[in-house]
């Protein structure tokens, strides 16, 4: 038995994500709690926080979980960027509060040419703030690996590592694991021995236990292309054989598995969740 889930849209009133989770055949799924390409966004409704509550108790499905908008940098040089994102990060750990969301995941974003070194710092810096400023203690910030882009700082276990050392509220932190992201990023997926080696990486650098949830998505770039292109389960460069290896290891299958794939003519989210479930032999 398997968690798997996707991401779904909140258009019309958060509440009404968890009928969408639930007419795709999911056991958990991801939102964004706002618009997640702008700076703004109004403060939640207590009624529709409410409505959002009790329909996911209704339901029977979780975890919820909320991702962070696109627009914030953690790593940015640029302070006015950088103090936004900090106040975004911050009112995003309330929002999931609100809503009784458990895990709010977040990219590290990008130093711009600042060095690795100094983008990390400038996250470490600004998670400390937002955790503390935040309150929110029944959140849990999940660090998302990233695909080895120009100027990323968290593309690899050493990367994250770093961060999370940095962090004061370690038991507040916790790691979103992409398997697109790593595939392109240059960590081998397709083998078992792949698998193995980082998941042993995360266990021996950040420690076990700290893996919370899995982004299950198959990557369309060649391995360590640094392409952040998701495709459909099985059908990109890590491939079926690649996901059996991936869904047959416990530290994953006690994961909530969270599908970003593409929704097009060949498949939508119910058929990515299907496929999963059948490499999970679940």
């Given amino acids: 038995m398997v968690l798997v889930g996707c991401h779904v849209s909140i258009a019309g009133s958060i509440d009404l994500a968890v009928g969408r989770a639930l007419d795709s055949g999911c056991d958990t799924f991801q939102i964004f709690s706002r618009n997640p390409r702008g700076w703004k966004a109004k403060d939640i409704d207590p009624d529709v926080a409410g409505a ?13 979980v909320d991702h962070m908008p696109y627009l914030p940098n953690l790593a940015s040089p640029d302070d006015a960027i950088y103090e936004k994102s900090v106040a975004a990060l911050t009112d995003e750990l309330r929002r999931c509060e609100v809503l009784g969301i458990p895990y709010l995941v977040t990219h590290l974003g990008h130093h ?11 996250v470490v810096a600004a998670i400390n703030r937002a955790l503390e400023e935040a309150g929110a203690q029944g959140v849990m910030l999940l660090l998302e690996n990233t695909a080895g882009e120009k100027n990323s700082v968290g593309s690899t276990v050493a990367d994250l590592c770093r961060i999370f050392e940095g962090i004061d509220g370690k038991e507040r932190i916790g790691i979103c694991f992409d398997t697109c992201h790593a595939f392109a990023a240059g960590y081998d997926l397709r083998t078992g021995e792949g698998v193995d080696a980082v998941l042993e990486e995360i266990d021996d650098l950040i420690g076990p236990g700290h893996l919370r949830i899995i982004h299950l998505n198959d990557c369309k770039g060649d391995l360590g292309s640094g392409l952040d292109r998701h495709e459909h389960i099985g059908l990109g460069s890590i491939g079926e054989e690649g996901f059996r290896h991936i869904l047959s290891r416990p530290a994953i299958r006690g994961c909530p598995l969270i599908c970003e794939t593409p929704v097009d003519g060949r498949r939508g989210d119910d058929g990515n969740i299907a496929k999963v479930r059948e490499l999970a032999g679940a």
């Fill in 52 to 64: 959002f509550r009790r329909a996911l108790d209704a339901s029977g499905i979780g975890p919820a």
């Fill in 112 to 122: 711009r040419g600042a060095g690795t070194g100094t983008g990390q710092e400038r």
